[in-house]
């Protein structure tokens, strides 16, 4: 079964502070991976998309990594602002599952000034 | 960026009564739409596949008689929730693929309470 996993599921920084939230697939060949910022009571908003070939993509402060030999995928936040704080999900879209999208648990980013 | 506009954001109804969301693309046509369901704190578990102009696909569990989907147009789809009960108050989500994108576009949500 194609799993997607997070870590941490939340965590706490100061504003100002970096962090790094991570993602980890099974195998699988996929189409895309995505990360998505959701905050809460609304719909999921596009950061970045990396196809299989890829190894980083940049949004503003968000820069996103992948390295397929360990199936693993990393969402860096640089310089957090309080409006950082949502969920923020890995998505894949694995090949062998058509259309779908597997969808990783999340990680629920807090920031304090 | 596509756009995907979900109506309304909020809506609370009685026991017993339908309630219909809808879904729209605004910029782009999209042939496949799908519907999603969230509750509090955990990631969004896929409800429905809704196909333009054919039956929506069901995933395992869902109950297509107890949540109806209509993709009449290839800008519209609806999600009916039927004789709605207060188990089924919970955040559902749109979702559109975009046919020049290999992703997918989200709607704003629907935060649907029944009481």
């Known amino acids: 079964k194609n799993q997607v996993e997070q870590s941490p599921q939340s965590l706490i920084i100061l504003e100002g502070k970096n962090c790094t939230l991570q993602?980890?697939?099974?195998?699988?060949?996929?189409?895309?991976l995505r990360w998505y910022k959701q905050d809460t009571g609304r719909g999921p908003v596009s950061l970045t998309i990396?196809?299989?070939?890829?190894n980083t993509k940049s949004n503003g402060r968000y820069t996103a990594t992948l390295d397929a030999d360990t199936k693993q995928s990393s969402l860096h936040i640089t310089a957090s602002q309080l409006s950082d704080s949502a969920s923020y999900i890995c998505?894949?879209?694995?090949?062998?599952?058509?259309?779908?999208?597997?969808f990783g648990g999340g990680t629920r980013v807090l920031v304090k000034p | 960026g596509a756009v995907v506009s979900q109506h309304p954001s909020r809506v609370i109804c009685k026991s017993g009564t339908s309630v219909k969301i809808e879904c729209r693309s605004l910029?782009?046509?999209?042939?496949?739409m799908f519907w999603y369901r969230q509750f509090p704190k955990k990631s969004l578990m896929l409800m429905a596949t809704?196909?333009?102009?054919?039956?929506?696909?069901?995933e395992q569990g869902v109950e297509k008689d107890k949540f109806l989907i209509n993709h009449a147009s290839l800008t519209l789809s609806t999600l009916t929730v039927t004789s709605a009960h207060p188990e089924d108050s919970s955040f559902y989500i749109c979702?559109?693929?975009?046919?020049?994108?290999?992703?997918?576009?989200f709607g704003q949500g629907t935060r649907l309470t029944v009481v």
């Open positions: 990396m196809t299989f070939s890829e």
């Open positions: 809704s196909n333009e102009g054919s039956k929506a696909t069901y």
């Open positions: 993602c980890n697939y099974t195998v699988s060949p996929f189409s895309n």
């Open positions: 910029d782009f046509q999209a042939t496949t």
């Open positions: 998505v894949v879209r694995f090949k062998a599952a058509g259309n779908k999208l597997t």
């Open positions: 979702s559109a693929r975009v046919p020049t994108d290999t992703g997918a576009f």
